[in-house]
């Protein structure tokens, strides 16, 4: 394990120090005069190296060639090796052999890879393992003084949200970058259209309904020598303490698109209505299969937001925004009504602008902070769930004063998992 080089460290530090220096009031922050020329090597570490984690590492690497995969961690040995596999398979002749530099001394594996990946002398890491373990993750990563993608959820309880919240300040006075996995927030469609919708295309906005139904995602059988936190660990969707539930998990792509559209404000209550019919068994754990969900703004403005991971079933993954002067459809990015309008330009891979924007900002000196509205997105699920469960109207204050703890503070193989217990509405406390 090598040191950075005092050079490249510098270039890092002084464009983290710069930043700092500016108040930050939007979520790109624009450097008086502290551009660095930013074509030297960074490295990067990766936690959770699954399906995201590789797409992740593949977008970074091809955001600058001189990005460089120094650090892989995951639980599990196997999910390592093949997201090296996929990451090199799918970026041949587009990255070079180079920027692979992962070492077998460099690869860890289990619980405590998080620690050893952030000691390992990298300046970005990648955090795309379950939600559950994001909030130590942020917190130690931004401790070391390093810029950070984080996946979303960023939390799947109120105290580990809190925990978030409290690290993305401790980013904003350090410098540091913070870009959420958010990926809609990234797209140019939804950019332009957002953007139309803020200045009144369709005048105020009365309702949004947002779906993500869609249908069942995979599962891994109890293998014999896995303990039951590892089945658990490898089966995290379905465990609301890892996952969140899959309007967290999943559905919070809709949710933070309606906050975003709102001009990031945020609803003052939930009601639900949610359970499981399909996936009931054993291997499905505690989550639900469905939520429809009605938040409430203080302006009046309501949202409806459907999910649902049901086979067999229609399937719709879009926003439906209506004005009083006109309507719009997010996935097709028009507009219809008094100002009518359609997207027509180019619409770039949206995980790959995530990368592109968040080196540009580490390499420039500028920083991205999109700390407030992970966190505040997060929350919008987490609400939308504690309602769901309770079969109660949960009102945003009271959600951010629960108490419920789901994630263990440490969390080990050997270990009995958090008992998973169903929620029935109406017999389920509000904690
Ligand atoms: N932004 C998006 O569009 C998008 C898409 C898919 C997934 N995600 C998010 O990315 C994250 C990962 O999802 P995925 O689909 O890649 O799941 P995955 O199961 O494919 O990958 C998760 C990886 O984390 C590993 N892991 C489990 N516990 C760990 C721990 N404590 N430390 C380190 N590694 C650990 C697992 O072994 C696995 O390899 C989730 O937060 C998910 O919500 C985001």
Redesign the pocket.
Known sequence: MSNPTPTRRSFLKKASLAAAAVPVSGSVVQLAGAVHQGGEKLKLGV?????????AVINALRAHPENVLYAA????AD?IEL?LYEAKENTKGVVRDEQFDVPAERRFVG?D??DHVLASGIDAVIL????A??PEQIEKAVGKGLHVFA???VATDVAGLRRVQAACKMAREKGLTVVS???YRYHAGRRALVQRLQEGAVGDVLAIQGDYVTGELWSFPKAHEWTEMQWQ??N?LYHTWL?GDLIA??HI?TLDMMAWIKGDTYPIAATSLGGRQKRTGEQFGNVFDHFATVYEWEDGTRGFAYCRQQDGCAKSVNEFVMGTEGRANVFLHTITGKNPWRHEGKVPDA?QVEMDEMFAAIRSGKRIDNGDYMCNSTMMALMGRMAGYTGQRITREQAWNSAEVLVPDK?RFEDTPPKGVVAIPGITKFA
């Open positions: 936690v959770g190296f699954g399906g995201r984690g590789t797409g961690g995951d639980a599990f999910r997201g619980l890879a998080l795309a393992s379950p939600p373990f994001r996946e979303k959820p996995g958010l990926v660990l490898r995290w996952s998990e999943q792509h995980y969390v």
